[in-house]
Structure formats: C-alpha cells, structure tokens
C-alpha cells in the first residue's frame, strides 16, 4: 500500500519550465515502479513517462521526448518529473502513478499502476 500526493502544477508560458513532485508514503517506495500520466480536457488519459525500480531504465511518449525528465530520488521517496520548453498542448492534468509488479509491469500501460495521485494542474499559456 502507497498514497501518492503530487505537487508542483501551476501556470507557465510557453517555453517555459515546471518541476513536477510526487512523493510516496511508506517505507517500501523501491519496490515501486513509477509512472507519470497526463488527462486533457475532452481526452483519454495517456502516458507521460516511467522510471524502474533505482531509476536505471526510463521510458517517455514521443510527444515529451527531449523536452521532459523522469527521475527518481528512493531516499526522499519521491519522483520527479522535470518539464523544460513546455507547450500549449503540454495543459492538462498530471498524475503519479505506481505499481509493485514486477515482470508484467508494462511502463505505457495506465492498467500497469496499481496506486494513483489526486494530479496536480498544468496550464500553459501562449
């Protein structure tokens, strides 16, 4: 069991920078493969990135790449999701997610994740 409290959101122009936190409660955070997920108003929640277990493997959707950085802090029992040359697409509602599984983890899968943050809101202007 793990509750996940994200922070950071908030308004930010274009081509700006955000950092996203996400810490985890207990004493078992890594065992936790961690994920982060993004809601638009009017779509389907979609895949923003993921990290393993001590942070050596990370995966992103297409749309962040070069842009975005997952990482991963077991210490602190907390992610981080690094947002750099944000665009106005980039708005939405973005959640931490995580899951104990370990061989069927599927990182792109929001059905993967067994523990999700209340999100924390995203806009960015033009």
């Known amino acids: 069991q793990v509750q996940l409290v994200e922070s950071g959101g908030g308004l930010v122009q274009a081509g700006g920078s955000l950092r996203l936190s996400c810490a985890a409660s207990?004493?078992?955070?890594?065992?936790?493969?961690m994920g982060w997920f993004r809601q638009a108003p009017g779509k389907e929640r979609e895949f923003v990135a993921a990290?393993?277990?001590?942070?050596?493997?990370?995966y992103y959707a297409d749309s962040v790449k070069g842009r975005f950085t997952i990482s991963r802090d077991n210490a602190k029992n907390t992610v981080y999701l690094q947002m750099n040359s944000l665009k106005r697409e980039d708005t939405a509602v973005y959640y931490c997610?995580?899951?104990?599984?370990?061989?069927?983890?599927?990182?792109?899968?929001?059905?993967?994740?067994?523990?999700w943050g209340q999100g924390t809101q995203v806009t960015v202007s033009s």
């Open positions: 997610a995580a899951t104990s599984r370990g061989s069927t983890w599927y990182p792109l899968l929001s059905s993967s994740y067994d523990y």
């Open positions: 990290i393993s277990l001590s942070g050596g493997n990370t």
């Open positions: 207990g004493r078992t955070f890594s065992s936790y493969r």
